[in-house]
Antibody, heavy 121, light 107 residues
């Protein structure tokens, strides 16, 4: 059974940093592309960042480019999202997402329940 | 960037009704379009990929069609457990984008 469990969310002041982790199990993690998708309170889904499987590239939404960094440790079956220069508009539940495809994120076939990040002074 | 629109914003229908949601892309995305179901407090779930392919394990009352810029998602017979928000998502071009969502309720 595929499981994606996010951790690392919490409360942070504007300008601060936070690192999200996603522990994956139930599939060959290293093979598949992975993404982060967020949902701000009362809003819809927004794709944030993705990383290819098998040493593939990294991809970002314009809203986070230069501030967020996605990475993966295939030896630990873990996906990360390092977030810097956080803004109030980054407040959201962040979902870890597995892709059906290996090289480039595209079809999000399994989702974690999410980790809440709150940016406020 | 590709903009995705959905209609209606919300709908209320009776159990057993046929429900249709439309999704429009701001440019041709071929069939690179997926549909997701999201219930409050739960992880979103993939229902349809590549515009018309039913994900494994998803009930056959769900279906999708379309290509290019115009897409349709249908629930052939609405069930109480289908109460959720439904999103379309394009992956033709980065950044990937979702529609604003359609909230489905039981009348």
């Amino acid at each position: 059974e595929v499981q994606l469990v996010e951790s690392g969310g919490g409360f942070v002041q504007p300008g601060g940093s936070l690192r999200l982790s996603c522990a994956a199990s139930g599939f060959t993690f290293s093979v598949y592309a992975m993404s982060w998708v967020r949902q701000a309170p009362g809003k819809g889904l927004e794709w944030v960042s993705g990383i290819g499987g098998g040493g593939g590239g990294t991809y970002y939404a314009d809203s986070v480019k230069g501030r967020f960094t996605v990475s993966r440790d295939d030896s630990k079956n873990t996906l990360y999202l390092q977030m810097h220069s956080l803004r109030a508009e980054d407040t959201a539940v962040y979902h870890c997402v597995k892709d059906r495809i290996v090289v480039v994120p595209s079809i999000f076939d399994y989702w974690g329940r999410g980790s809440l990040v709150t940016v406020s002074s | 960037d590709i903009q995705m629109t959905q209609s209606p914003f919300s709908l209320s229908a009776s159990v057993g009704d046929r429900v249709t949601i439309t999704c429009q892309a701001s440019q041709d995305i071929s069939n690179y379009l997926n549909w997701y179901q999201h219930k409050p407090g739960k992880a979103p779930k993939l229902l349809i990929y590549d515009a018309s392919n039913l994900e494994t394990g998803v009930p056959s009352r769900f279906s999708g069609s379309g290509s290019g810029t115009d897409f349709t998602f249908t629930i052939s017979s609405l069930q109480p457990e289908d109460i959720a928000t439904y999103y379309c998502q394009q992956y033709d071009n980065l950044p990937f984008s979702f529609g604003p969502g359609t909230k489905v309720d039981i009348k």
